[in-house]
């Protein structure tokens, strides 16, 4: 059967493989996502969101549960706050006491290990390296009434692009599939045309074949049979 040539717009292919990213700014904090897949025999969702979007992760699933997808797809999501001019750093005074904890024990092994460290006053230049140490800030916990709105409609720009790279690399596996079918086609109809001069010759041969064993005194009873099987 001829396949016709408008087969790859009638037939909806999606390649296995996409990627589509999308970001936007919002009023207080910044957006990206990005999902990518690439072939799988199954259906394997890795989900990878920025603290702040955690809480999202269940609507994220259900999201693309709503669309059939194969492959192994992964799914990446950044959050950046818009920082305030007036905004202040709150120090973590829990974190600030394992770091002190954890100094104590480094001068106590030293201590133990013969390495006498001589005590002195901290300087302002101590404390600014201390400060920059990380996690000794609180996270301040800031409502974002309209995040899941914000996040999903980011996502959804993501996905689209992410369709339709699957979507044109789809159409692209399909047109080749089509030309593909088209060549087997046309040597299945050059054999169908010399399949009888074939099966002729090769009754010829036969019939020759079997005319000199005949006249053979000693006949290779296997090599006769198996003349008659390749014909």
Not at 57 to 85: D, M, S
Not at 208 to 215: R, V
């Amino acid at each position: 059967m001829k396949m016709p040539k408008s087969a790859p717009d009638k037939i909806k292919v999606r390649s296995m493989t996409g990627f589509g990213v999308a970001n936007c700014d919002f009023v207080d904090y910044k957006i990206s996502c990005e999902i990518r897949a690439v072939n799988n025999r199954y259906k394997d969702l890795s989900i990878y969101l920025a603290p702040e979007l955690k809480s999202l992760e269940l609507a994220t699933q259900k999201k693309l549960q709503t669309i059939t997808l194969r492959g192994k797809i992964t799914v990446r999501a950044e959050f950046q706050a818009i920082k305030k001019q007036n905004e202040q750093k709150v120090l973590d005074k829990g974190s600030c006491l394992n770091y002190l904890q954890i100094l104590h024990e480094l001068k106590d092994a030293f201590d133990e290990a013969g390495e006498k460290i001589t005590s002195k006053a901290l300087n302002w230049q101590d404390l600014l390296e201390f400060l920059q140490l990380p996690d000794i800030y609180q996270r301040e916990q800031i409502a974002y009434p309209n995040l899941e709105r914000d996040f999903l409609y980011v996502l959804d720009g993501a996905l689209d692009g992410f369709l339709e790279m699957k979507a044109v690399e789809g159409r692209n596996i399909a047109i080749d599939i089509a030309e593909h079918a088209h060549l087997i086609e046309e040597k299945v109809n050059a054999l169908e045309k010399h399949s009888p001069k074939i099966v002729q010759r090769y009754r010829e041969n036969l019939l020759k074949k079997l005319k000199e064993y005949l006249q053979e005194i000693n006949i290779d009873e296997n090599r006769l049979l198996q003349e008659v099987l390749i014909y």
